[in-house]
């Protein structure tokens, strides 16, 4: 079974650009969630997905990040435009459920630096 | 959100076991107990979780303290691979908000020959 994978692994842009970022999560896995962790801070939540839907976007900073999810399979992360407190690691998991019992599986991340 | 407290480092020989303690005394009574690691250049990977009783699996073993405020992630015997962050996160039951993971600063594990 294949996990979650997250591409690109690396991305270097300017501040003022656009970066987006996907998550493909496990097949079959309605739950997708985006967190990131920016230099020298704890790992944070940015916002989930029940298949097509917003379950909630509580953690996201602000109106330059932008994430979808069409057809309720692969998601996208969208900054536009990039700050330099952008950079850092965006992780995405997916689960089969999101009650308590239902462990999360993580993709590697894609580390984001802003310049 | 309830919060956990763990040591922020602590260091094991490899082939000894190592217990890695947590302490959540404002558990909820439905709350999981989650523990998840964080090799370097790696997504958190998932370890293990439980309720009330104690949980083993492949990776490691969960004991679960009896009035569910602390809780001891087990490694049965260290490896260089175990060299990680675990983070011990408590996890409600329901979906919705509550759902999501909250990530402290874990506990660095070094795992020395």
């Known amino acids: 079974e294949a996990g979650v994978t997250q591409f690109p692994s690396h991305s270097v842009i300017e501040k003022g650009q656009t970066v987006t970022l996907r998550c493909d999560p496990i097949s079959g896995h309605d739950n997708l969630y985006w967190y990131r962790r920016v230099m020298g801070k704890e790992i944070k939540f940015l916002l989930h997905f029940v298949k097509e839907s917003k379950q909630d976007e509580s953690g996201m900073p602000n109106n330059r990040f932008l994430a979808e999810r069409t057809g309720g399979t692969y998601s996208t992360l969208k900054v536009q435009p990039a700050e330099l407190e952008d950079s850092g690691v965006y992780f995405c998991a997916s689960s089969l459920q999101s009650t308590g019992n239902s462990p999360l599986h993580f993709g590697n991340g894609t580390r984001l630096t802003v310049t | 959100d309830a919060k956990t407290t763990q040591p922020n480092s602590m260091e094991s020989n490899e082939e000894e076991p190592v217990h890695l303690p947590c302490n959540h005394s404002?558990?909820?009574?439905?709350?999981?107990i989650h523990w998840y690691r964080q090799l370097p250049s790696q997504g958190p990977e998932y370890v293990i979780h439980?309720?009330?009783s104690n949980v083993n699996n492949r990776m490691a073993s969960l004991a679960i303290a009896e009035d569910r405020k602390s809780s001891t992630l087990i490694l049965h015997r260290a490896t260089l691979r175990d060299a990680a962050v675990y983070y011990c996160?408590?996890?409600?039951?329901?979906?919705?908000?509550?759902?999501?993971?909250?990530f402290g600063t874990g506990t660095r594990l070094q795992v020395t020959l």
């Open positions: 996160i408590l996890r409600a039951p329901n979906t919705g908000t509550a759902s999501k993971l909250t």
């Open positions: 404002t558990i909820s009574g439905t709350d999981y």
């Open positions: 439980g309720l009330t």
